[in-house]
């Protein structure tokens, strides 16, 4: 049994890491411990670089609290270019996946309040009535009448951070 630490306690993150390492290592291959640690960057990161650096800075402080663990997994939602997109880190003792999940634009009303220094979690739910939508279907069910959820598109990026760890191609030169 892998033992996964997931920098993160919200529900739709853990939901998509535990999801995806069963797909990939089989059911019940996993325990998943769910911890809260710092980002190190802003609630809202802007820009791919300053949310790939938020995820990085997730693994690296919950490798920090627990050392002992065959993974360790992150998900840092971020905006860039009008969208909203995550970075996903996985790293196990001597190894390192990422991937940047699908993106989603989003209407100009709501960047205009991230761009004015809010977190986009708490305007989703100002305008949709939805309370924490940030740990539930986020942004991205709302805008596809629910076809995706903020699981659905983690799910599909920690399935992709994952490949360099079960295909053995990864570990080969030239």
């Known amino acids: 049994m892998h033992n996964v630490v997931t920098a ?3 529900p739709a ?3 998509a890491i535990l999801a995806a390492f069963e797909l990939i290592y ?3 291959s996993c325990h998943i411990d769910a911890i809260s640690v710092d980002t190190g960057v802003p609630e809202q990161p802007i820009g791919s670089e300053e949310t790939r650096a938020g995820a990085r800075n997730r693994v690296e402080n919950a490798r920090a609290v627990r050392p002992n663990a065959d993974f360790w997994v992150a998900i840092e939602a971020g905006i860039d ?3 909203t997109f995550s970075w996903v880190v996985i790293e196990s ?3 390192r996946g990422e991937a ?3 993106t989603l634009p989003l209407p100009e009303v709501i960047l205009e309040k991230v761009r004015e220094g809010e977190e986009l979690g708490p305007v989703m739910s100002h305008y949709t009535g939805i309370d924490k939508i940030g740990r539930k279907e986020g942004a991205i069910g709302v805008f596809t009448k629910g076809a995706l959820t903020r699981s659905s598109v983690y799910h599909q990026a ?3 951070a994952l490949s360099p760890f079960h295909n053995a191609i990864y570990g080969q030169r030239g």
């Open 93 to 95: 003792a001597d190894q």
């Open 81 to 83: 270019e009008g969208s």
């Open 13 to 15: 993150k853990i939901q």
């Open 26 to 28: 089989g059911e019940g």
């Open 158 to 160: 920690v399935v992709l």
């Open 100 to 102: 940047r999940s699908a």
């Open 8 to 10: 993160t306690t919200n």
